[in-house]
């Protein structure tokens, strides 16, 4: 193998598929990236940890093609600190691999790539395209909801599906929901399937060109997200997923209007003297009069007593929340104003545009 | 008490007073910050581990003066929080200290500030003022080397002398030795003494207001750096300083012309396949002719092979070297070009100025 290519390039590509490589393998080979160098196709470099891959093709100028396994981290250490823009990568038969740029000369083992595990094909029959910056804002909007429960499996990850015209990611963990939905107004095929959060959380990091776009391909076990040059593949949960639609309230006895970050910035600062997640330390919610809303927490550290302007129309009640949960879902919306839905001091709460239905946040209150 | 003030100067206060708050301290006491107020000085803030103290002065409308200790992470965090720039701090006879801001009211519990020790007053006798820029300079340029090896309390510290008309700061670790020169030309006061590492590591990170000066004063047992309205008290380290002066070699058989930045970067690539500071892994410098460096390493994780234009005159010789001990000196030079001086395969080496004495590191090679 033997090829040329640019320093910064090359950097990006390890940095991108390194997302991949596990940190904590027991096999030497999954701690390292692949490389694939062919004429044809440029070079290729793969981060595989069994579950997600990711592989970034990486143009260049190839002299020799083959392939290698070498460490990830030294690799990525290394790339960085070269002198020159232009490196020199060439392996010989002994598996040494040699790192040209300027007047340095790195030399370091590497492991054949015929033991490195197979990332799974996804056949190109179903596809979705869709901005990367909707993708990434919809994967950020529901991820913090994903459970981490190992005993629902179906739970630890979000559940993505299309209808035809929109597309809707949904994470619970047992004590909150989070929705996002988005009309895309183009013929799509209709797709439901639950991708892992750790998946996710890569994908969503790797996302983000303005007007670029995504295609999603899944098959039945697979599910993969092509920009171009990166290819993140995961594998999917499978199994039912939850039937949420049957735990999001139709009515409500109680509407609040409210400014989110007010909201937010206030249980915020309520999150500063509840120290851990206990229960008996929740935030409290009251309302003496249909345009205030009291936030109000107590602990052995101190008191926090605030008031935020609100209208409210229907029952006016007194509620605890675990703050973390509220701090999440208004970090996640964008609107300047936003409905929130009681059902008494027991029943759930759900977080809704004040039009439309792009985004449902149910969070389920502590029993008074 | 009761006073109201900027929430981002007392934000910045306590986040300065807070860098002499012990973190690991088992009196809950010292876990706190003090805060005074007085009606003619305004508002002092005071964290202090028994070893470096650190007050704030802060403008502010004093209504009430009195004093309160309060826990250093808890205020910070609300203060930092709070919705309006304007805050007001009261507190009451049950140690109660209310901080309002905008709508937000906080209530946390105080302890009294009679059981709070007292930071030494050091006399105004003795007195150099510098600039903060060169000051911060000086620290940096040799924090590095000084020992943590607790059975050489002296070389615990940096040694800070003045000479009439110049100042030195030395540090010595026992491998190496860092040493700054400033000429001031003015009629200093002669002075020496051994500033504990972890005092001028704060004061390193307090000062920097460019056109800024310091008012360094010292007494037999402490030494206090005034800026106006932030000082910082620490002990002195008692005994007798080595004499590092024997320690510099006043000849050598070799000397080298070198850019600093591009050895930095060759001996930090090297260090990227010298895991430890195994002494079996050093950087290898070698000469094959008058005009060229070599730097080589080789370890189990590869080999780096790298040249550097130099100008050597005398002995050419080959050299080990800890690449951590050549990295923290060169980092610490600002220079285009040095000068080092060599002593053969196992005598000391000394980074210099080409021309001047501003700077001297000494690094003792590793026998070969």
New interface residues.
């Given amino acids: 193998m033997k090829f040329i290519c640019s320093r910064d390039r090359l950097a990006e590509a390890i940095s991108t598929v390194q997302k991949a490589v596990s940190t904590r393998s027991t096999l030497p080979i999954l701690d390292g990236i692949l490389i694939e160098a062919s004429v044809s196709d440029g070079v290729k470099l793969t981060g595989y940890d069994l579950e997600t891959g990711i592989e970034f093709t990486l143009e260049s100028d190839v002299t020799e093609p083959g392939s290698l396994v070498i ?1 990830s981290r ?1 690799i990525g ?2 790339v960085r ?3 020159e823009d232009q490196v020199s990568l060439e392996s010989n038969a002994q598996l040494q691999l040699s790192i040209e740029s300027g ?7 590497g492991m054949s790539s015929e033991s490195y595990p197979k990332i799974p094909v996804v056949a190109d029959e179903q596809k979705i395209t869709l901005s990367q910056t909707l993708l990434k804002d919809m994967i950020r909007q529901t991820i913090f909801a994903v459970s981490t429960d190992e005993s629902r499996p179906t739970l630890n990850g979000c559940y993505f599906t299309c209808d035809g015209f929109s597309i809707e990611m949904v994470a619970i963990d047992g004590f909150r929901l989070a929705l996002r939905k988005q009309l895309i107004g183009q013929d799509l095929p209709a797709m439901k399937f639950i991708i892992p959060g750790k998946a996710l959380h890569e994908v969503g990091r790797i996302l983000g060109g303005k007007e670029a776009e995504v295609v999603v391909y899944s098959s039945s076990n697979h599910i993969l997200f092509d920009t171009g040059n990166v290819r993140i593949v995961s594998r999917l949960i499978q199994g039912e997923y939850m039937n949420y639609k049957a735990i999001l309230p139709k009515t409500s006895n109680t509407t609040m209007l409210v400014s989110p970050s007010a909201m937010l ?2 249980i ?2 309520a999150s ?2 509840i120290l851990s997640e206990d229960r008996r330390c929740p935030v409290q919610l009251s309302m003496p009069d249909d345009e205030t809303l009291v936030i109000h927490a107590s602990t052995e ?8 302007p609100v209208n409210i129309t229907g029952e006016r009640i007194e509620i605890d929340f675990n703050p973390r949960y509220f701090i999440d879902a208004l970090r996640a919306i964008d609107a300047e104003e936003i409905s929130i839905l009681l059902n008494g001091s027991n029943g759930p709460c759900v977080l809704r545009p004040t039009e439309g239905e792009d985004f449902s946040y149910l969070v389920l209150p502590l029993r008074r």
């Fill in positions: 460490n030294l250490e290394i600190k070269l002198p007047s340095s000369v790195f030399s370091i083992k910035n206030a915020e600062r500063l003297i550290l101190g008191t926090l007593h605030e008031e935020i």
